[in-house]
């Protein structure tokens, strides 16, 4: 975004001059983020009908993913960034119980998720402008979400694979808009589409918003090296965040593809865990991975700890300030 309104916008919400992330208990100086999880889900409704805001049994809840949460802090972890979108079961005020409870930093969205066929967007968005629907996640940002004074620390969208379609070139679009007012960055579920990355990267120069303002989400997943080494040498940011037991070789793969780009200042971590999924109906999806096997396997491979601490430490906390994309 210019610089000029980034500043505008950042006074609006009686920002520091320092980079601020927005936490669901507040802004708090990004540098104070520590160890971050760049993606995570601490619960969702996803695979459930569409609500917002999410409706759970949170004495359950609670009971569930309190203990794990805080077990996840003692390995280390001092952030997580939840990516679960509007409806889809986003539940803020859960969110700042849940981060009172543990000490945790939580960082909560705005946004839509296109992707699963359509199915999160709500039926107005399909009818509404991108400019109408920036309108929406702007007053979330400025007002919080739901009448409950929490504040967005990003935004969330998905789109399905392949060329964007007209709902979800609109909604890119519209993250475009409220980016340039906000300074939010742009997360995005990609997965492994290239093609989608393209053209998503196209919108936003058209818009006049940096490839450093993006997140391609899902990352892990992509077989098209070329379209990822395009996407990181345009600034974007490459969010490796399906880490689990069987995928830890492709993750170590791909990180060392990266660090031979020079391109290991952009990427980030995670595991796309979910502790309580679909309101508790299906297994937990755990989000320990990182600290107990990846960490020590990018040590033996060579990885430095200055290299190890930009992956964990400095690359989430510069890519989730308000205004990314100037900062860097």
Known sequence: MERRNFLLSAAAGGFASSPQAITVRGPLAASALGLTL????????????????????????????????????????????DGTAAWFGRQPRLLRR?????????????GYYGAAKDQYIPPQAQQESAQQIAARWLDEFRNGIGGTGIRPGFLKLGVDPGPLSPIDRKLITAAAITHRQSGLAIAVHTGESGESAREQ????????????????IHANKVTDLAALKAAAEAGAWISLDGLDN????????????????????QVLLSHDGNSFRAGGKRPMRPYSALFTHFLPMLQNAGFAQEE?????????????????????
Do not use: M
């Open 246 to 265: 069987e995928t830890i070789p492709r993750h170590l793969e791909l990180a060392q593809q990266l660090k031979a780009w020079g391109r290991l200042r």
């Open 98 to 110: 849940i981060s009172e409870l543990t000490g945790l930093n939580i960082l909560s969205n705005t």
């Open 201 to 216: 990267l196209a919108v936003l120069q058209s818009e006049g918003v940096s490839a450093k303002a993006w997140i391609w």
């Open 308 to 328: 190890i601490r930009w992956l964990t430490v400095d690359n989430p906390s510069t890519a989730y300030s308000l205004g990314n994309a100037a900062i860097r």
């Open 38 to 81: 760049a993606h995570e889900h601490l619960f969702s409704n996803f695979g459930e009908p569409p609500e917002e805001p999410g409706k759970y049994d949170e004495a359950a809840l609670l009971a569930a993913v309190v203990p794990y949460a805080k077990s996840i802090r003692s390995l280390g972890c001092a952030t997580i960034v």
